[in-house]
């Protein structure tokens, strides 16, 4: 297990270094917020709820898909798999004393958290920022079920994105299957 940790750790650190990705992933989390903001905005003009939302309530539920679609970033394990099986560098994991699917699901972990803060980092501006008052489940149980049910889906596209890209070894290509999956 302290194998799996120290792969999260350094995924984790690379992740830190200054990269324009980071800017623009944090730059369009802010525009695609802002942009919800000013279209719920006119869409609420003069009512308090549509369809049974609130304009707060509203903003609480596109803030907190945002938050979770931005989380699942384990396409590049699939890419990288594929890659590095046509490139012939695949034995790159192999040698190295952990099990590649524990490898690649370690990767994820470091990558997630690091997003992760930025994520709560960004939610936890709008909020201030505009004011909005965040709706929350007052149950515990059912919030205790969706961040559960949030964890098995990334761990689900984690294995599924894994077994795609292993799919390179039977197959020449599996681009149409990484297409197929995108849509």
Not at 155 to 169: A, E, K, R, S, W
Request: charged share 15%; net charge positive.
């Amino acid at each position: 297990m302290q194998k799996y940790a120290e792969i999260a750790r350094a995924y984790l650190k690379t992740q830190l270094a200054w990269r324009a990705d980071v800017f623009f992933n944090m730059l369009f989390t802010v525009t695609r917020i802002l942009f919800a903001y000013l279209l719920w905005g006119v869409i609420f003009t003069g009512k308090d709820t549509v369809s049974g939302f609130t304009f707060h309530g509203m903003l609480s539920y596109y803030i907190v898909s945002s938050f979770l679609s931005q989380l699942e970033m384990s396409e590049r394990i699939s890419s990288e798999i594929f890659q590095r099986i046509r490139n012939g560098t695949f034995s790159k994991y192999m040698v190295i004393p952990v099990n590649i699917q524990g490898y690649f699901m370690a990767m994820e972990a470091g990558i997630v958290l690091f997003y992760l803060a930025f994520d709560f980092l960004a939610a936890f501006v709008w909020v201030w920022v505009f004011r909005i008052e965040f709706v929350w489940v007052s149950d515990v149980r059912i919030l205790a079920c969706g961040a559960l049910m949030a964890i098995l889906g990334l761990l689900f596209m984690v294995q599924l994105n894994y077994y795609l890209g292993i799919l390179t070894l039977k197959y020449e290509g599996i681009g149409t299957l990484l297409m197929i999956k995108t849509i």
